[in-house]
């Protein structure tokens, strides 16, 4: 077995998530790279496992080299003493797909051009062929992330489109929540198919669709980057899709509701489209008056902008006492407002702050 090491993006603030996942899937430690970002010593098949199973992470990537460096020249010189054709097979094209955060005196497009360079040069030397790029459809997507002092520079393995882009969003809900938090969310209630599940305002359904899929091993299936590894067996790929776990007993209840009936005709076209839609119950009520006799409820609260019917501290207040009423054993809640919920609602047991686009975003967790 080739060891590699391995980098997987996720959400801010969700790494430890992440963490659990991984260990779970591959059966190896894992720890946090930086804020976003989770590493791992694994395997090819590893890498192969990842993009298949992850439901947390964004990307996989192939790490070929990281450290410290000054200047782009120094960025240059790391980055040619990489053997690229051990990678890049001759015939294939390449691009350079830059990130940076930090203060410097040069942008993202200055890291694509010298890094872009320096493979070429490396290859050059070794090969004597010069490598093409191609910057729209290439077969190899070289990721660099600078951050500060610091640099990665590896392999996708996943492709252009995150895996948190599931596919089967036929209908955008004006606030949608990201499927790779939506299933973190579940995965933070520590939720079991022989549980009853709630999202009570579920919009155009994430949460209870992330929760049928895991249940129903639902996996990720595209044309992953890592098919076009020339040095990746790709029997392997195959061998792990068919031995692919049959989901393991039945689904208790998953339920979603809105109090909006467009949102609730959405979340069935989602849920029809995700191939899942006679595992979950979708109906209009609404959240301060409906039964909440659930054993997990996960929510993902409307916020800062206009609520239905009444204001947001109000439709705070009403949900927060209908759920007093009932002897749920957890409740997730996730909002940018989670200093009003908290007034309301009373201190959770446990929380996480998470980035969400630009917003700051808190995760409650509650049990009773
Ligand atoms: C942030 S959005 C949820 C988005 C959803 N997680 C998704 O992925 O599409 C909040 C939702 O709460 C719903 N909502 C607001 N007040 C409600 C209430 N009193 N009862 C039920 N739903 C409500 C809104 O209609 C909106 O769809």
Known sequence: MTVREILATTTRGLEEVSIEEIEEI????????????VGIRGSEEDIIRL????????RVIMLLKRGKFRNLDDLYTECRRVDFSRYIYRTQSFAVVPKRSGEHDFTSLD????????????????????????????????????RGERYWIGLDTTGERS??????????HPAPLNPAIGYSLIKIAEWRSEESLLDPMCGGGTIPIEAARAALNKINERDFDFLRFYFLNRRKYLE???????PKGEIKWIEGSDINPKYIKGALMNADKA????????????????PLDFEKIVVNLPYGVRTPRRGLKE??????????????????VMTAEGRLFKKIHGE?????KIQYGDLDTDLLIYHK
């Open 51 to 58: 993009n298949i199973f992850g439901r947390t992470i964004y």
């Open 111 to 146: 890291i694509g051009r010298i890094v872009g360079q320096a493979i070429i040069d490396s290859y050059m030397e070794s090969e004597g062929v010069r490598l093409k790029v191609n910057l729209r459809s290439p077969h190899i997507r070289v990721i660099t992330e600078v």
């Open 315 to 332: 439709t705070y207040h009403c949900f927060s006492k209908n759920l007093k009423l009932y002897d749920w054993k957890c409740l997730v």
């Open 348 to 352: 959770p047991d446990r929380e996480f």
């Open 240 to 246: 792990i899709l068919k031995s692919q776990e049959k």
């Open 275 to 290: 191939d899942v839609k006679s595992y979950v119950k979708f109906t209009v009520y609404d959240a301060c008056e409906r």
């Open 163 to 172: 895996l948190a882009k599931r596919g089967y969003r036929v209908f955008n």
């Open 26 to 37: 591959t059966g190896r430690e894992s720890w946090v790279e930086h804020k976003g970002m």
